[in-house]
């Protein structure tokens, strides 16, 4: 069972950049594709970006953010720039076992959820 904590969400001006960090326990880290996803009010959960196991590829799908991770720290980051009110939402962060088919951008390709981090970016 793995279990995942995201911090770093808070309250940004528009413009401004945050990183939330993802810190993960009760696996082997590097044998699980990260992913983050947020949901704003309302809305539906979305995918933001994802990093395989070893950190060798990477999928976003905002150029304003970068996923990164450490293993030798258990931690998965997503830098977030140039924040726009948009971004506003809850952050989570989710491990999936590999696949064959890449890296998932959909829910069900991840087995393990944190319980998610605000970001709130005021205008």
């Known amino acids: 069972q793995v279990q995942l904590v995201e911090s770093g969400g808070g309250l940004v001006q528009a413009g401004g950049s945050l990183r939330l960090s993802c810190a993960a326990s009760g696996g082997t880290f590097s044998n699980y594709h990260m992913g983050w996803f947020r949901q704003a009010p309302g809305k539906e959960r979305e995918f933001v970006g994802a990093?395989?196991?070893?950190?060798g590829r990477a999928d976003s799908v905002e150029g304003r953010f970068t996923i990164s991770r450490d293993n030798a720290k258990n931690t998965v980051y997503l830098q977030m720039n140039s924040l726009k009110s948009e971004d506003t939402a809850v952050y989570y962060c989710a491990a999936g076992v590999p696949t064959p088919l890449g890296l998932p951008r959909m829910s069900k390709g991840y087995n393990y959820w944190g319980q998610g981090t605000q970001v709130t970016v005021s205008s």
């Open positions: 990093i395989s196991g070893s950190g």
